[in-house]
């Protein structure tokens, strides 16, 4: 855990969140600004900085898309988004690696 990381809080408990699913591994929170009707964040309870760090880590890439897995799955979401921002130039702003799980709407490329 990283003293000074907000989504270690949340998964500690020690912030509030509409916490959606939670396993083992990962906890899934409704995103406070949302950008479509279903707009949910899958967090490892690990903290790694971002996606690029995952990769030395494959027991979280794994825990990750289970839980994204896990989350469709209970919210009954067939066709979704999943987005990972890594670094402050891709919008990242909690630096805790995260998945964005966007539903609820159509999504065009490029998005805008």
């Keep these: 855990m990283a003293d000074d990381c907000v989504f270690c809080k949340i998964v500690n408990g020690d912030l509030p969140a509409t916490r959606i699913r939670e396993d083992e591994a990962t906890v899934s929170f409704a995103d406070l600004d949302p950008q479509a009707p279903v707009h949910i964040l899958v967090v490892p309870r690990t903290h790694l900085r971002d996606l690029t760090e995952v990769g030395a880590h494959p027991e979280v890439a ?10 469709a799955e209970q919210e009954r979401l067939t066709d979704f988004r999943t987005v990972f921002n890594t670094g402050a130039g891709a ?18 490329w490029p998005p805008g």
């Design 62 to 71: 794994v825990a990750l898309t289970r839980g994204i897995r896990a989350l």
């Design 91 to 108: 919008q990242q702003t909690v630096f805790h690696v995260h998945a964005h799980v966007l539903a609820g709407r159509p999504f065009s």
